[in-house]
């Protein structure tokens, strides 16, 4: 049997469906928004690797502070012989628990991107030769089929990638995942945690402007892909803090009043001088929350590792 194997549980058209039914529903509402999975083409991806590496944006380093720490306290508390992979990417950051779990099987890593889970799987299966890797084609947010593997399984959402999720959708999601484990698996979670303003703010606002061309990256998306004409020195890049939500807003806002043409959805877009677009939503959590959440999704948080700044918190909780 082949070390590695690649299943699509997505339409190869999925994609463009889901762009058309997301700029259609985000754009024709009262405040208008777009999903930030939108963000990531390859030049998006480029750019948010140069993110991870500003002064300003903290939770990248503090995450692989903990992975690079408590590996061996999560493999020890998992023993996981197969490791799931939800958003998995490049998979650079999972290497860490990949390397320490004595009795590792399988890694399924779950993707959109049948480009990025190719080239993690080479370079893993270089590293680890008994590895068996399993990847799926997958959007991880719509239900999960997940291929036979050993257990006990660790289901991993690494990233703060959780909080890019409004409330009810973490709900669903959670519940997801609880469906997906059987007694002795278990679910690795990475979450930002609240802090003070100033710092949230900046580190979605850089000083060099690049969470800026990031954002802005959404408009360009649009623009290749549906035939849109949005001027991208028509709008500016925000980061607002909303409290009561305990998450950051990223914004567009709209120097003059526009109006876009989206020539594949025939669809004209009037905005306003000032207006904003939502193209993210970052939310950040306390321990408590995390635990009312898990609970609330038939899980019970067990672990709780933080870095050593208190800023990120990875989790591991078992199904009840």
Do not use: C
């Not at 480029?46 to 903990?66: C, G, K, N, S």
């Not at 998995?88 to 399924?108: C, F, N």
């Not at 049948?114 to 008994?130: I, K, Q, V």
Request: avoid cysteine; hydrophobic fraction near 45%.
């Amino acid at each position: 049997m082949s070390p590695y194997s690649l299943t699509r549980t997505l339409p190869v058209d999925a994609t463009d469906a889901a762009l058309r039914a997301d700029v259609l529903s985000g754009l024709t509402r009262h405040p208008k928004t777009l999903p930030p999975k939108w963000f990531y083409d390859a030049r998006g991806s480029e750019l948010f690797e140069e993110i991870t590496r500003l002064p300003e944006y903290y939770p990248t380093r503090a995450e692989r502070e903990i992975l690079q720490t408590r590996a061996e306290e999560i493999a020890a508390a998992s023993g996981a012989r197969t490791v799931i992979e939800l958003g998995s990417g490049s998979s650079e950051k999972t290497r860490h628990l990949l390397e320490v779990l004595p009795e590792l099987h399988a890694y399924v890593p779950v993707d959109v991107s049948e480009s990025a889970l190719t080239g993690a799987a080479e370079s893993l299966l270089a590293e680890h030769p008994g590895l068996s890797v399993h990847a799926l084609i997958a959007d991880f947010t719509t239900g999960l089929v997940l291929p036979g593997t050993p257990g006990p399984r660790l289901v991993v959402f690494l990233g703060g990638t959780i909080g890019n999720l409004l409330p009810e959708e973490r709900a669903t999601f959670l519940r997801s995942v609880r469906s997906l484990l059987s007694p002795g698996d278990a679910l690795l979670l990475g979450t930002d945690l609240v802090k003070e303003e100033e710092t949230l703010v900046a580190a979605y606002d850089d000083a060099a402007g690049v969470t800026a061309a990031f954002n802005k990256n959404v408009l360009s998306v649009v623009n290749r892909e549906l035939g849109a004409d949005f001027p991208l020195d028509g709008f500016d890049h925000r980061a607002v803090w909303n409290p009561e939500q305990r998450w950051i807003e990223m914004r567009l806002r709209a120097r003059r009043a526009l109006s876009v043409k989206i020539r594949e959805l025939d669809l004209v877009v009037p905005f306003e001088a000032g207006e904003e677009l939502r193209t993210e939503v970052s939310a950040k959590f306390r321990q408590e929350d995390v635990r009312e959440e898990l609970a609330a999704a038939g899980m019970r948080l067990a672990q709780w590792w933080t870095d050593s700044a208190g800023r990120f918190a990875l989790s591991l909780a078992t199904a009840v």
